[in-house]
């Protein structure tokens, strides 16, 4: 498994990618943090990359203004039978246009279970790719997000057009000598 780290408005995004598929990404400067989301029966050693091509390339043209690059991306995610359905229904929701988690559940094919739809969400390895930050609860609150509902709001103001984004420049680092 490959792993870069790009500079994102919200701070570092790591990425954890076998090959050209995504496994896990979100917000953090350090990719090992992502490992545990993903399905035992999938990993391998991380090996550490300054970028991860197509990618890589696809998260940063999103915070460009190209809010439909991470679709073109591959995801690869372990589950059950309704995780694995309900994680390629996020990939259908358009960006500006978030559902509810009831829409959500119905969409899935299971209405009534938004708790459930709920629970696909917060179970979700693969970040802005994988775009859970879509679901809001009903009545328009945003709900969680495992990067923060600051992050969150971020992604759905960007999305509507709201938020002109900038990459924030990746943290300083300590070197020892």
Request: proline letters at 9%; hydrophobic letters at 45%.
């Amino acid at each position: 498994m490959n792993t870069a780290t790009i500079a994102s408005p919200m701070g570092p995004f790591s990425i954890i990618a076998s090959e050209d598929e995504v496994l896990a990404s979100g917000w953090t400067a350090n990719p090992a943090e992502l490992t545990a989301l993903i399905a035992p029966s999938v990993g391998t050693p991380l090996r550490a990359s300054h970028d991860l091509g197509p990618i890589s390339d696809a998260a940063r043209a999103y915070f460009d203004g190209d809010l439909t690059a991470p679709d073109r991306i591959p995801v690869r995610q372990v589950g059950g039978p309704f995780l694995e359905q309900a994680w390629q229904v996020l990939r259908t929701v358009p960006a500006g246009s978030p559902i509810s988690y009831a829409e959500f559940a119905s969409r899935v094919g299971r209405p009534g279970a938004a708790r459930a739809a709920a629970s696909a969400c917060s179970r979700n390895a693969a970040a802005l790719f994988v775009p859970c930050h879509r679901v809001v609860r009903t009545g328009g609150d945003l709900g969680g997000f495992r990067w923060g509902v600051a992050v969150k709001r971020q992604l759905l103001a960007h999305e509507q057009g709201e938020l002109q984004m900038a990459a924030q420049p990746p943290p300083l680092r300590h070197q020892t000598a």
